[in-house]
Antibody, heavy 130, light 113 residues
Framework: EVQLLESGGGLVQPGGSLRLSCAAS????????MSWVRQAPGKGLEWVSA????????YYADSVKGRFTISRDSSKNTVYLQMNSLRAEDTAVYYC???????????????????????WGQGALVTVSS | DIVMTQSPDSLAVSLGERATINCKSS????????????FAWYQQKPGQPPKLLIY???TRESGVPDRFSGSGSGTDFTLTISSLQAEDVAVYYC?????????FGQGTRLEIK
């Protein structure tokens, strides 16, 4: 059974830092790209960042570029989101999500998000407030 | 960025009736190399993460009831629930995965009339 378990959320002051973790199980972690998607209270979904299955290539939304860093550790089957210089507008539930399709060939080094996200964690709440 | 616009924002349908949600993308999400629409639909119930319903615009995800269907191509897409059930009350989101940043529609809230 596929499971994604986020941790590391909490209350942080503006300008502070937080690191989210997403522990994955039930699938071959090293063959799937992973993403973080967030949802502000009462709002819609916003894709935040992705990391491909192999090689470490990363992608970011403009709203977090330069402040957030995604990484993965295949020895621990875990994906991380390091969040620095946090702002009030970063307040949201952060979900990690798994690509539907296993990567193949060169796509393992470049591709993510195809075709959609088939498993999501339960989410980690990040509140940025003084 | 590709902007995804859903309509309507909210919808109330009687049990057993058809529900239709539309999504328009600001540019085509049809990939010329493989003739696939890089488009998905999700369902989100209160307090839960989103659930993938449809991908490649019309492929139903495993385990999704066949009353859910997706159609459309290029820039215009539709999610149809053929016979609304009580458990279908949720917010529905469309998404494109053709280009970065991946983008979602604003959501359509579906309720029982």
């Amino acid at each position: 059974e596929v499971q994604l378990l986020e941790s590391g959320g909490g209350l942080v002051q503006p300008g502070g830092s937080l690191r989210l973790s997403c522990a994955a199980s039930g699938f071959t972690f090293s063959t799937y790209a992973m993403s973080w998607v967030r949802q502000a209270p009462g709002k819609g979904l916003e894709w935040v960042s992705a990391i491909v299955a192999r090689g470490g290539k990363t992608y970011y939304a403009d709203s977090v570029k330069g402040r957030f860093t995604i990484s993965r550790d295949s020895s621990k089957n875990t994906v991380y989101l390091q969040m620095n210089s946090l702002r009030a507008e970063d307040t949201a539930v952060y979900y990690c999500a798994k690509d539907h399709d296993q990567c193949s060939g060169g796509g393992c080094y470049t591709t993510f998000g195809e075709p959609g996200f088939d498993y999501w964690g339960q989410g980690a709440l990040v509140t940025v407030s003084s | 960025d590709i902007v995804m616009t859903q309509s309507p924002d909210s919808l109330a349908v009687s049990l057993g009736e058809r529900a239709t949600i539309n999504c328009k993308s600001s540019r085509s999400v049809l990939h010329s190399s493989n003739n696939k629409n890089y488009f998905a639909w999700y369902q989100q119930k209160p307090g839960q993460p989103p659930k993938l319903l449809i991908y490649w615009a019309s492929t139903r995800e495993s385990g999704v009831p066949d009353r859910f269907s997706g159609s459309g191509s290029g820039t215009d897409f539709t999610l149809t629930i053929s016979s609304l059930q009580a458990e279908d009350v949720a917010v529905y989101y469309c998404q494109q995965y053709l280009s970065t940043p991946l983008t979602f529609g604003q959501g359509t809230r579906l309720e029982i009339k």
